[in-house]
């Protein structure tokens, strides 16, 4: 072998011996598929949203039927109207079972008043807890995770001592 073909062979030896650079990716493309990916959680995001924003306008209409729903079957309680309280407690009972399917339910007005969710109209001096609900004037929804309607509610309030004079109005 000629010294010209042995320092060819070492030389390819020596290039095979070596990793080939891997090709460096443009950092523009990089940027350019993390905005995109961005963008389109964005927009499922907004997209939710919005869908929730159309059934909670819905939804919010329906609630003053479910109330008055609940009014009638009070009111048929007191009367001997079977059949009228049989069948308001049927439709009652479907539309609640409605907005239940669609992700409404209703707020929790047992125990403390919770400025998130109650909506305190009175505070009435009681034994009770002072901040606990008394009373549930009209009963409040919840959208998954957001208030449609606050419950409005009566609040605890502490008892007035007897010898703090009464002020007159």
């Known amino acids: 072998m000629s010294e010209e073909q042995v320092q060819q ?40 949203e919005y869908v929730q924003l159309a059934n909670e306008r819905l939804i919010g209409e329906l609630l003053p039927i479910l109330d008055d729903l609940e009014r009638a079957l009070s009111a048929a309680e007191q009367h001997e ?18 907005l239940g399917r669609h992700g409404v339910t209703s707020i929790d007005t047992d125990g403390k008043f919770d400025p998130h969710v109650h909506e305190a109209l009175l505070s ?24 449609v309607r606050p419950a409005r509610v009566v609040v605890a309030a502490p008892q007035a001592s007897p010898e703090e004079p009464e002020a007159d109005a």
């Open 9 to 48: 062979e070492e030389q390819a030896q020596a290039e095979e011996q070596q990793p080939e650079p891997e090709p460096q990716p443009d950092d523009r493309l990089l940027r350019l598929a993390a905005d995109f990916e961005n963008y389109k959680k964005r927009a499922a995001r907004e997209r939710q």
């Open 81 to 98: 109207e079977a059949q009228l309280e049989e069948g308001v407690r049927l439709v009652h009972r479907s539309l609640a079972t409605l």
């Open 124 to 147: 009435q001096p009681s034994e009770a807890e002072e901040g606990s609900v008394l009373d549930v004037v009209q009963k409040g929804y919840k959208l998954g995770e957001r208030v």
